[in-house]
Protein backbone atom coordinates (compact mmCIF):
# COMPACT_ATOMS: atom_id res chain seq x y z
CA UNK A 1 0.00 0.00 0.00
CA UNK A 2 2.85 2.09 0.84
CA UNK A 3 4.06 1.97 -2.51
CA UNK A 4 1.04 2.52 -4.32
CA UNK A 5 0.40 5.56 -1.85
CA UNK A 6 3.47 6.88 -2.94
CA UNK A 7 3.04 6.43 -6.87
CA UNK A 8 -0.05 8.61 -6.47
CA UNK A 9 1.84 10.98 -4.69
CA UNK A 10 4.12 11.54 -7.10
CA UNK A 11 1.72 11.83 -10.06
CA UNK A 12 -0.77 14.08 -8.20
CA UNK A 13 1.35 16.33 -5.75
CA UNK A 14 0.96 16.35 -1.85
CA UNK A 15 -2.32 17.30 -1.22
CA UNK A 16 -3.84 20.07 1.50
CA UNK A 17 -5.99 18.36 4.05
CA UNK A 18 -9.36 19.20 4.28
CA UNK A 19 -13.03 18.00 4.01
CA UNK A 20 -13.72 15.96 1.09
CA UNK A 21 -15.71 18.36 -1.17
CA UNK A 22 -18.14 17.99 -3.95
CA UNK A 23 -17.34 19.95 -7.29
CA UNK A 24 -21.35 20.80 -7.45
CA UNK A 25 -22.57 23.79 -5.57
CA UNK A 26 -24.36 26.89 -5.29
CA UNK A 27 -23.90 30.43 -3.49
CA UNK A 28 -25.28 33.68 -4.17
CA UNK A 29 -25.19 37.08 -2.33
CA UNK A 30 -25.95 41.25 -3.27
CA UNK A 31 -23.40 43.68 -3.10
CA UNK A 32 -24.71 47.54 -3.06
CA UNK A 33 -22.63 50.49 -4.17
CA UNK A 34 -23.08 54.07 -4.93
CA UNK A 35 -24.31 53.29 -8.45
CA UNK A 36 -26.81 50.50 -7.34
CA UNK A 37 -27.33 46.88 -6.43
CA UNK A 38 -26.22 43.78 -7.71
CA UNK A 39 -26.71 40.71 -7.49
CA UNK A 40 -23.87 37.93 -7.59
CA UNK A 41 -24.58 34.20 -7.84
CA UNK A 42 -21.80 31.49 -8.32
CA UNK A 43 -22.54 27.57 -9.20
CA UNK A 44 -19.81 24.73 -9.72
CA UNK A 45 -20.55 21.65 -11.88
CA UNK A 46 -18.08 18.45 -12.25
CA UNK A 47 -15.13 19.04 -14.63
CA UNK A 48 -11.95 17.01 -15.00
CA UNK A 49 -10.10 19.89 -14.32
CA UNK A 50 -10.42 23.96 -12.77
CA UNK A 51 -12.39 25.82 -15.00
CA UNK A 52 -13.03 29.48 -14.04
CA UNK A 53 -15.65 31.42 -16.24
CA UNK A 54 -17.07 35.41 -14.93
CA UNK A 55 -19.75 37.21 -16.50
CA UNK A 56 -19.35 40.72 -15.30
CA UNK A 57 -21.12 44.46 -15.94
CA UNK A 58 -18.83 45.73 -18.59
CA UNK A 59 -17.64 48.36 -15.95
CA UNK A 60 -16.24 46.01 -13.80
CA UNK A 61 -14.02 43.74 -16.74
CA UNK A 62 -10.88 45.31 -15.16
CA UNK A 63 -11.45 42.98 -12.52
CA UNK A 64 -11.96 39.67 -14.24
CA UNK A 65 -8.58 38.54 -13.64
CA UNK A 66 -8.28 39.27 -10.09
CA UNK A 67 -12.05 36.94 -9.10
CA UNK A 68 -10.67 34.08 -11.25
CA UNK A 69 -7.69 34.52 -9.31
CA UNK A 70 -9.64 34.31 -5.95
CA UNK A 71 -11.61 31.71 -7.11
CA UNK A 72 -8.46 29.20 -8.00
CA UNK A 73 -6.65 30.33 -4.49
CA UNK A 74 -9.87 28.69 -3.31
CA UNK A 75 -10.72 25.50 -5.13
CA UNK A 76 -8.90 22.43 -7.04
CA UNK A 77 -11.76 21.29 -9.56
CA UNK A 78 -14.75 21.76 -11.26
CA UNK A 79 -16.34 24.28 -13.92
CA UNK A 80 -16.96 27.14 -11.80
CA UNK A 81 -19.53 29.69 -12.98
CA UNK A 82 -19.75 33.46 -11.26
CA UNK A 83 -22.25 35.94 -12.87
CA UNK A 84 -22.56 39.48 -11.43
CA UNK A 85 -25.56 41.39 -12.24
CA UNK A 86 -27.42 44.40 -12.19
CA UNK A 87 -30.61 44.10 -9.83
CA UNK A 88 -33.50 46.52 -12.27
CA UNK A 89 -34.12 49.66 -11.06
CA UNK A 90 -31.19 50.12 -8.82
CA UNK A 91 -28.49 51.19 -10.92
CA UNK A 92 -28.23 54.15 -11.74
CA UNK A 93 -27.85 55.21 -15.52
CA UNK A 94 -24.88 56.72 -16.81
CA UNK A 95 -24.72 59.79 -18.70
CA UNK A 96 -25.12 59.97 -22.41
CA UNK A 97 -22.47 60.03 -25.07
CA UNK A 98 -22.12 60.60 -28.70
CA UNK A 99 -19.44 58.46 -30.44
CA UNK A 100 -18.96 60.74 -33.17
CA UNK A 101 -16.26 58.95 -35.08
CA UNK A 102 -18.34 55.66 -35.01
CA UNK A 103 -21.37 57.84 -36.11
CA UNK A 104 -19.17 59.29 -39.27
CA UNK A 105 -18.40 55.43 -40.24
CA UNK A 106 -22.00 54.54 -40.38
CA UNK A 107 -22.40 57.53 -42.80
CA UNK A 108 -19.72 56.61 -45.04
CA UNK A 109 -21.21 52.71 -45.01
CA UNK A 110 -24.87 54.28 -45.64
CA UNK A 111 -24.14 56.45 -48.40
CA UNK A 112 -21.51 53.64 -49.88
CA UNK A 113 -24.47 51.38 -49.67
CA UNK A 114 -27.05 53.32 -50.80
CA UNK A 115 -24.50 54.52 -53.90
CA UNK A 116 -24.20 50.94 -55.15
CA UNK A 117 -27.88 50.33 -55.44
CA UNK A 118 -29.05 53.69 -56.68
CA UNK A 119 -30.82 54.43 -53.37
CA UNK A 120 -32.26 58.15 -53.34
CA UNK A 121 -32.09 60.26 -49.73
CA UNK A 122 -30.26 61.17 -47.11
CA UNK A 123 -28.67 59.76 -44.00
CA UNK A 124 -30.59 61.17 -41.47
CA UNK A 125 -30.11 61.93 -37.46
CA UNK A 126 -33.04 59.66 -36.63
CA UNK A 127 -30.91 56.66 -38.85
CA UNK A 128 -27.77 57.55 -36.62
CA UNK A 129 -29.47 57.36 -33.31
CA UNK A 130 -30.57 53.97 -34.20
CA UNK A 131 -27.42 52.34 -34.99
CA UNK A 132 -25.54 50.39 -32.18
CA UNK A 133 -23.02 52.47 -30.47
CA UNK A 134 -23.35 56.01 -31.64
CA UNK A 135 -25.48 56.85 -28.52
CA UNK A 136 -24.80 54.97 -25.64
CA UNK A 137 -24.68 55.71 -21.39
CA UNK A 138 -21.67 56.15 -19.96
CA UNK A 139 -21.31 54.36 -16.74
CA UNK A 140 -19.80 56.20 -13.96
CA UNK A 141 -16.94 53.61 -12.30
CA UNK A 142 -15.96 56.19 -9.90
CA UNK A 143 -13.39 55.25 -7.46
CA UNK A 144 -12.38 51.72 -8.56
CA UNK A 145 -10.02 50.95 -5.91
CA UNK A 146 -12.86 52.15 -3.18
CA UNK A 147 -15.74 49.93 -5.18
CA UNK A 148 -13.24 46.69 -5.31
CA UNK A 149 -13.14 46.80 -1.59
CA UNK A 150 -16.96 46.17 -0.85
CA UNK A 151 -17.16 44.01 -3.87
CA UNK A 152 -14.81 41.72 -2.50
CA UNK A 153 -16.52 41.73 0.88
CA UNK A 154 -19.76 40.52 -1.14
CA UNK A 155 -17.31 38.23 -3.19
CA UNK A 156 -15.98 36.16 0.04
CA UNK A 157 -19.22 35.73 1.46
CA UNK A 158 -20.37 34.39 -1.89
CA UNK A 159 -17.57 31.84 -2.34
CA UNK A 160 -17.91 31.01 0.95
CA UNK A 161 -21.41 29.97 0.60
CA UNK A 162 -20.44 27.85 -2.18
CA UNK A 163 -17.14 25.97 -0.46
CA UNK A 164 -20.02 25.09 2.74
CA UNK A 165 -22.45 23.99 -0.28
CA UNK A 166 -19.79 21.48 -1.65
CA UNK A 167 -18.30 20.48 1.82
CA UNK A 168 -22.32 19.75 2.96
CA UNK A 169 -22.14 17.63 -0.61
CA UNK A 170 -18.96 16.07 -0.06
CA UNK A 171 -19.85 14.63 3.06
CA UNK A 172 -22.76 12.98 1.87
CA UNK A 173 -21.03 11.47 -0.48
CA UNK A 174 -18.08 10.30 1.97
CA UNK A 175 -21.22 8.86 3.98
CA UNK A 176 -22.49 6.81 0.96
CA UNK A 177 -19.04 5.71 -0.24
CA UNK A 178 -17.52 4.41 3.20
CA UNK A 179 -20.61 2.04 3.37
CA UNK A 180 -19.94 1.16 0.02
CA UNK A 181 -16.21 0.64 1.02
CA UNK A 182 -17.42 -1.78 3.87
CA UNK A 183 -19.50 -4.10 1.27
CA UNK A 184 -16.44 -4.60 -0.59
CA UNK A 185 -14.17 -5.44 2.87
CA UNK A 186 -16.95 -7.66 3.06
CA UNK A 187 -17.12 -9.18 0.15
CA UNK A 188 -13.41 -9.80 -0.35
CA UNK A 189 -13.27 -11.53 2.90
CA UNK A 190 -16.18 -13.75 1.35
CA UNK A 191 -14.14 -14.54 -1.83
CA UNK A 192 -11.21 -15.62 0.47
CA UNK A 193 -13.63 -17.64 2.61
CA UNK A 194 -14.79 -19.53 -0.48
CA UNK A 195 -11.55 -19.64 -1.99
CA UNK A 196 -10.29 -22.79 -1.03
CA UNK A 197 -13.63 -24.92 -2.59
CA UNK A 198 -12.55 -24.11 -5.81
CA UNK A 199 -9.65 -26.64 -5.62
CA UNK A 200 -11.68 -29.31 -4.21
CA UNK A 201 -14.58 -28.61 -6.10
CA UNK A 202 -12.41 -29.34 -8.69
CA UNK A 203 -11.22 -32.52 -8.36
CA UNK A 204 -14.51 -33.97 -7.82
CA UNK A 205 -15.72 -32.85 -10.76
CA UNK A 206 -12.40 -34.14 -12.48
CA UNK A 207 -12.68 -37.02 -10.75
CA UNK A 208 -16.28 -37.63 -11.54
CA UNK A 209 -15.75 -36.79 -15.17
CA UNK A 210 -13.38 -39.03 -15.64
CA UNK A 211 -14.58 -42.37 -14.13
CA UNK A 212 -17.63 -41.23 -16.34
CA UNK A 213 -15.45 -41.86 -19.56
CA UNK A 214 -13.35 -44.47 -18.40
CA UNK A 215 -15.82 -46.19 -15.96
CA UNK A 216 -12.87 -47.61 -14.06
CA UNK A 217 -10.65 -46.51 -11.26
CA UNK A 218 -9.04 -43.57 -11.65
CA UNK A 219 -5.25 -43.13 -11.02
CA UNK A 220 -5.04 -41.27 -7.67
CA UNK A 221 -1.69 -39.63 -8.70
CA UNK A 222 -3.06 -38.12 -11.98
CA UNK A 223 -5.89 -37.08 -10.63
CA UNK A 224 -3.67 -34.94 -7.96
CA UNK A 225 -1.23 -33.73 -10.53
CA UNK A 226 -4.48 -32.25 -12.58
CA UNK A 227 -5.31 -30.87 -9.69
CA UNK A 228 -1.98 -29.01 -8.98
CA UNK A 229 -2.19 -27.57 -12.03
CA UNK A 230 -5.62 -26.30 -11.93
CA UNK A 231 -4.89 -24.76 -8.52
CA UNK A 232 -2.34 -22.87 -9.57
CA UNK A 233 -4.16 -21.59 -12.88
CA UNK A 234 -7.14 -20.53 -10.70
CA UNK A 235 -5.10 -19.34 -7.38
CA UNK A 236 -6.42 -15.96 -6.77
CA UNK A 237 -3.94 -15.37 -3.35
CA UNK A 238 -2.51 -12.37 -4.92
CA UNK A 239 -5.25 -10.52 -6.87
CA UNK A 240 -7.11 -10.97 -2.70
CA UNK A 241 -4.00 -8.96 -1.63
CA UNK A 242 -3.65 -6.06 -3.85
CA UNK A 243 -7.30 -5.94 -3.96
CA UNK A 244 -7.32 -4.86 0.00
CA UNK A 245 -4.39 -3.18 -0.34
CA UNK A 246 -6.49 -0.98 -2.91
CA UNK A 247 -9.21 -0.83 -0.65
CA UNK A 248 -6.79 0.76 2.31
CA UNK A 249 -5.37 3.01 -0.21
CA UNK A 250 -8.65 4.12 -1.35
CA UNK A 251 -9.80 4.72 2.71
CA UNK A 252 -6.33 6.66 2.98
CA UNK A 253 -7.01 8.60 0.38
CA UNK A 254 -10.93 9.61 1.13
CA UNK A 255 -9.57 10.46 4.90
CA UNK A 256 -6.60 12.36 3.38
CA UNK A 257 -9.25 15.38 2.44
CA UNK A 258 -9.69 17.18 -0.90
CA UNK A 259 -8.29 17.10 -3.14
CA UNK A 260 -8.57 13.43 -3.48
CA UNK A 261 -10.85 12.84 -6.61
CA UNK A 262 -8.08 11.57 -9.30
CA UNK A 263 -6.24 9.21 -6.35
CA UNK A 264 -9.82 7.72 -5.63
CA UNK A 265 -10.32 7.60 -9.27
CA UNK A 266 -7.36 5.18 -9.81
CA UNK A 267 -8.05 3.38 -6.97
CA UNK A 268 -11.00 2.28 -7.94
CA UNK A 269 -9.74 1.11 -11.55
CA UNK A 270 -7.36 -0.90 -9.78
CA UNK A 271 -10.11 -2.53 -7.32
CA UNK A 272 -12.18 -3.26 -10.53
CA UNK A 273 -8.75 -4.60 -12.38
CA UNK A 274 -8.53 -6.96 -9.45
CA UNK A 275 -11.97 -8.17 -9.54
CA UNK A 276 -12.21 -8.56 -13.26
CA UNK A 277 -8.88 -11.14 -12.71
CA UNK A 278 -10.64 -13.04 -9.73
CA UNK A 279 -13.87 -12.97 -11.93
CA UNK A 280 -12.37 -14.87 -14.83
CA UNK A 281 -11.06 -17.54 -12.69
CA UNK A 282 -13.25 -18.49 -10.04
CA UNK A 283 -15.24 -21.83 -10.60
CA UNK A 284 -17.65 -21.71 -7.88
CA UNK A 285 -20.89 -19.90 -8.20
CA UNK A 286 -20.58 -18.46 -4.92
CA UNK A 287 -17.26 -16.43 -5.81
CA UNK A 288 -18.72 -15.60 -9.37
CA UNK A 289 -22.31 -14.08 -7.33
CA UNK A 290 -19.70 -11.78 -4.97
CA UNK A 291 -18.13 -10.82 -8.19
CA UNK A 292 -20.90 -9.57 -9.07
CA UNK A 293 -21.76 -8.00 -6.16
CA UNK A 294 -18.34 -5.95 -6.09
CA UNK A 295 -18.71 -5.08 -9.49
CA UNK A 296 -22.43 -3.37 -8.98
CA UNK A 297 -20.54 -1.11 -5.54
CA UNK A 298 -17.37 -0.13 -7.23
CA UNK A 299 -19.40 0.96 -10.43
CA UNK A 300 -21.83 3.04 -8.10
CA UNK A 301 -18.45 4.38 -5.99
CA UNK A 302 -17.04 5.39 -9.36
CA UNK A 303 -20.34 7.49 -9.91
CA UNK A 304 -20.13 9.24 -6.65
CA UNK A 305 -16.25 9.87 -6.90
CA UNK A 306 -16.83 11.68 -10.51
CA UNK A 307 -18.48 14.60 -7.84
CA UNK A 308 -15.51 14.93 -5.67
CA UNK A 309 -13.01 17.63 -5.77
Known sequence: MDKITSMIDKIYGEDKVKEICSMTGYGEGSWDCEGGGYHISVKSFNHRYLDVRVKLPNKF?????????RIKERFERGRIELYVGEVPGEVKAGRPLVDIDLAAEYVGVL??????????????????IRMKGVIHLADDPGDMERLWEGFESALDTVLDGLAGEREREGKRLKEDIDNRLADIGE??????????????????????RISDLL???????RIEQEVVIYSDRSD??????????HVEGFKGAIESGSPAGKKLDFFLQEMSREINTIGSKATLERISGLVVRAKVEIEKMRQQVQNIE
Do not use: H
Request: proline share 5%.
Open 61 to 69: DPWEFEIIK
Open 236 to 245: ITEELVRLKS
Open 187 to 208: IRAGIEKAAPGMVEGYRERLNK
Open 111 to 128: NALKDNLGLKGEVGLDTL
Open 215 to 221: KAKVDPG
